[in-house]
């Protein structure tokens, strides 16, 4: 938050001087708080900024801790920290920070910074995982080969069990493939 400041002076005579230009100072901003993450792929993790109660001109930076970069505008990694509003890096929508390898663990923190570029500490990590990629696979009573393909989207697939009802997996990437149950 902006505060803003005039200061005048009074002698011993009680006489006083005008008030001074006008200066502005803001409150230190609070450290955010964990991101909220979502895996979105195999390259892929959305990141949501968790602001903390700071008002909406505070800006953010989001680190990604596993590789020890920073997440650029784009959503690729650089080694220098980008500055962006809550509502700039999506908002409750979030920001995807892509270029990353399948399967593997990565943990972000957020730090802050107010009207007077003071920065925050790095706020506490969250840590999720990409996708493992699809490929590979064997044969053996009508099933298909893989093809290899690493997808890049999440989708639903429903499997018939024998005797039983669909069951509901997610999280599954890759060509779509049909078995008949038996």
Do not use: H
């Not at 995807?96 to 003071?118: E, H, Q, V």
């Not at 393909?149 to 069990?161: H, M, R």
Request: aromatic share 6%; net charge neutral; glycine share 16%.
């Amino acid at each position: 938050t902006q505060y803003t400041f005039q200061v005048k002076a009074r002698n011993g005579n009680n006489t006083e001087t005008s008030f001074s230009s006008t200066a502005a100072k803001y409150t230190l901003a609070n450290v955010p708080s964990a991101p909220e993450l979502e895996t979105v792929s195999t390259t892929a993790i959305k990141i949501i900024v968790k602001i903390n109660n700071n008002p909406s001109p505070t800006e953010f930076a989001i680190r990604n801790d596993t590789t020890a970069q920073w997440v650029q505008a784009n959503g690729t990694l650089g080694a220098s920290e980008v500055w962006r509003t809550y509502e700039n890096w999506g908002s409750g929508s979030g920001t995807n920070n892509t270029g990353l390898s399948a399967n593997t663990p990565y943990t972000f923190k957020i730090k802050a910074r107010n009207g007077d570029n003071t920065e925050t500490a790095l706020g506490a990590g969250a840590t999720a995982t990409t996708l493992a990629g699809t490929g590979g696979g064997g044969g053996g009573g009508g099933g298909g080969g893989g093809n290899g393909d690493q997808g890049s989207a999440a989708s639903k697939v429903l499997i018939a069990l024998p005797g039983q009802s669909f069951v509901s997996c997610s999280g599954v990437t890759g060509s779509p493939s049909t078995q008949t149950a038996g």
